[in-house]
């Protein structure tokens, strides 16, 4: 389909190791969100890329945290030396603005669970 | 402060009866926008309904209508007709003008009872 992938759909790690998430925008949409779920919460901002704009880095919550994003397109987000803290699920989201309107499209997310 | 409250962590509506989700938000920037968005147990999230901060008219769409009160910042989800379909969570979010980021409420757990 068109719409946003997400892979893996889940992931279990233990303490200490890194992990990567990765997220295959829609085709076409410049600006890509990463958020974070924890249990029973709202959807905490983690960082966005607009086209070949430096990032807005100012979600990510440690310097264990980054991102990045080749070609405009497909987006990886890197947690180093995972923590138990960690666990969420990661949704990624592209946008376009349509009419004035930014309009989100969310992956189906990542189930992260760290051990 | 909270960009945006949800004060209902859940609800129950009667099937075919309609419920209001509340979301009040909070901002000083004169341009702004508003969305719902309804997360199912599935988890994936979904856009309902938007209004900007300039729009004269509430918003609507389908069985879905934003109660968008400017001078109370309130911006609540009116959902007609229930429908079982319609049990999810429902999150509230706002975009600043000036900003890139999405503030999302804490949510509210709807379930509709047949």
């Not at chain 1, 979600?59 to 947690?79: N, Q």
């Not at chain 2, 209001?20 to 856009?47: H, R």
């Not at chain 2, 400017?70 to 509230?92: E, H, T």
Request: glycine share 10%; net charge neutral.
């Amino acid at each position: 389909g068109a719409g946003v992938s997400q892979s893996p759909s889940n992931k279990v790690t233990e303490k200490g190791k890194d992990v990567e998430l990765r997220c295959d925008p829609i085709s076409g949409h410049t600006a890509l969100y990463w958020y974070r779920q924890s249990l029973g919460q709202g959807l905490e901002f983690l960082i966005y890329f607009q086209g070949n704009s430096a990032p807005d880095k100012s979600g990510l919550p440690s310097d264990r945290f980054s991102a990045e994003r080749t070609g405009g397109s497909v987006s990886t987000l890197t947690i180093q030396r995972t923590q138990q803290e960690d666990s969420a699920v990661y949704l990624c989201a592209s946008t376009k603005r349509l009419a004035g309107i930014y309009e989100q499209y969310f992956g189906p997310g990542t189930r992260l669970t760290v051990t | 402060a909270q960009k945006i409250t949800q004060t209902q962590p859940g609800m129950f509506v009667q099937e075919k009866e309609a419920v209001t989700l509340d979301c009040t938000y909070d901002t000083s920037d004169p341009s702004y926008g508003l969305f719902w968005y309804k997360q199912p147990s599935s988890g994936e999230m979904i856009f309902l309904i938007y209004q900007g901060s300039y729009d004269q008219q509430n918003a609507t769409e389908g069985r879905y209508s934003l109660n968008f009160q400017k001078a109370r910042k309130s911006a609540n989800l009116v959902i007609s007709a229930s429908q079982l379909g319609d049990s999810a969570m429902y999150f509230c979010a706002m975009r600043e003008g000036t900003g890139n980021q999405f503030y999302f409420g804490t949510g509210t757990s709807l379930t509709v009872i047949p």
